[in-house]
């Protein structure tokens, strides 16, 4: 080997990035390589550009509200598939821009384009040259699933990395999968004129656990398009322009199919298995959550490429852990943030905490609020949705909570704030709601699961502090 590095550090997305703003502090010896476009997969095909592409259909699917609020007119508005297209585009671009923007140019020719395979946990081999690293961390990613049974001609798969390329939109397509990109783009896709199909195996939709949220959310995106499921789902081409689409006794021919189908470990050719660990059947080795190292080795994962949550602040925070124990001497145990994903479709499906679950039976008690007949929520026309918050039945902790909730991508911060510093249901009572908003949905749901918990025989029935309780008072 004619090459010796302190950290190497494979992909340069959202983990690969904060891994190497902790490393920098500590070293320069360190080399960046990335085989993939550079941008992040959150800026390039993921979070951004998709909600570019779904406020335009919700703001496009609002007419049908207008004569509900006395607004005439909205049978004239049209879509132009081009330029929503290409706006998309515009503001994608931007985003990669500004990600590109933060610090590649510092790394110079630490930043390597190239495939890079593990000979050992501290060697190396990138574009045919051997390199020796003391620490090693790896955040490659992930990639679009596409189910080796699909027999189907590229032109009639879309997929989450290629949709916003599209200049216009099939007629008629075929979701399959009810994941939380599935539905988002689904749901988007329908609003902006095309005949959507939803489809999967299972009645579980979007991450929710519930059986009560499950059940609300078919009942509310139903009314939308259709949703199949409950039976094996087959894919068939037909012709050399359609595909044929059947899930139990239900068969429709449509012009594509989107792949919901989920996103794997980007790991092929990567060589993990030269780390001399067991593997799982995903082809990953156990790692440790709190420091992110993989048994005792002096190797990293991090990101969508450890096949757990998949999500940017949760890929942020681990490159971070990561980069942080690779370049000190004693390893340091992270706390992980309290979980939180939304799902940002029409009403917002929401999970903070713990999902329902995820939570022992026996132990907890919850609190729910329907967003039919809540004030703010009939102000807006945005009258739907379901929120459950969970509590401890001795105490009332708060533990979790599953939503379909208009702004429930708000509601859930709140939560998850909260399950963070441990609250209970009382200190979240004695929390000021101002009036009209959806968080008074919130509180109702509290009050609701407050009268269920054991020990509120020994609070007190006011929601707000006692000043022997709080000296100080509420304001300064």
Request: proline share 3%; glycine share 10%.
């Amino acid at each position: 080997m004619n090459k010796k590095v302190d950290v190497a550090i494979i992909g340069a997305g959202s983990a690969g990035l904060s891994a190497w703003s902790e490393v920098k502090k500590k070293t320069q010896n360190v080399i960046m390589i990335n085989s993939g476009s550079y941008g992040t997969t959150c800026a390039r095909v993921g979070c951004m550009p998709s909600k570019v592409f779904l406020q335009t259909a919700n703001d496009f699917y609002r007419r049908h509200k207008f004569t509900e609020l006395g607004i005439s007119g909205s049978d004239e508005l049209r879509i132009d598939a081009q330029a929503v297209m290409q706006r998309v585009r515009n503001l994608r671009d931007r985003f990669v821009r500004g990600v590109l923007s933060g610090g590649f140019k510092e790394l110079g020719d630490r930043n390597i384009k190239g495939h890079a395979r593990i000979l050992s946990p501290q060697s190396i081999e990138v574009n045919g040259e051997k390199i020796a690293v003391d620490k090693l961390i790896v955040a490659t990613g992930s990639v679009v699933n596409i189910p080796s049974s699909w027999n189907l001609s590229e032109n009639l798969i879309i997929t989450s990395d290629s949709i916003f390329e599209l200049n216009e939109f099939p007629k008629k397509i075929a979701v399959i999968g009810l994941g939380v990109i599935s539905l988002e783009l689904g749901q988007a896709m329908s609003r902006l004129g095309v005949d959507v199909c939803m489809v999967g195996q299972s009645r579980r939709i979007a991450g929710l656990t519930d059986p009560q949220l499950i059940d609300e959310a078919h009942n509310i995106f139903s009314r939308e398009f259709p949703i199949w499921v409950d039976s094996e789902v087959k894919v068939e081409q037909q012709g050399m322009d359609k595909v044929k689409v059947t899930c139990g006794e239900r068969c429709e021919v449509f012009d594509a199919v989107f792949a919901g189908t989920g996103r794997r470990p980007n790991i092929d050719g990567l060589g993990l298995e030269n780390l001399g660990v067991s593997l799982n059947s995903k082809g990953l080795p156990k790692i440790d959550p709190s420091t992110m190292q993989v048994e005792n080795l002096p190797v990293y994962l991090a990101g969508d490429l450890t096949g757990e949550r998949g999500l940017l602040h949760e890929a942020s925070d681990e490159g971070r852990i990561a980069g942080y124990n690779a370049v000190n001497d004693k390893q340091q145990c992270f706390v992980r943030r309290a979980p939180l994903g939304i799902v940002f479709t029409d009403p917002n499906i929401v999970i903070a905490g713990s999902g329902y679950q995820g939570l022992n039976q026996e132990d907890f008690v919850s609190g729910e609020v329907s967003y039919e007949g809540q004030g703010r929520a009939l102000v807006m026309a945005k009258n739907k949705g379901l929120l459950k918050v969970y509590g401890g039945k001795q105490d009332g902790k708060i533990l979790g909570a599953e939503m379909l909730a208009p702004s429930g991508e708000h509601l859930g911060h709140l939560l998850a704030w909260s399950i963070q510093q441990k609250l209970t249901v009382f200190d979240m009572l004695k929390m000021p709601f101002y009036h009209p908003v959806v968080e008074e949905g919130l509180r109702t749901a509290l009050r609701d699961l407050s009268h269920k918990v054991v020990s509120s025989r020994d609070c007190s029935s006011s929601e707000l502090a006692f000043c022997e309780a709080h000296p100080e008072g509420g304001l300064s």
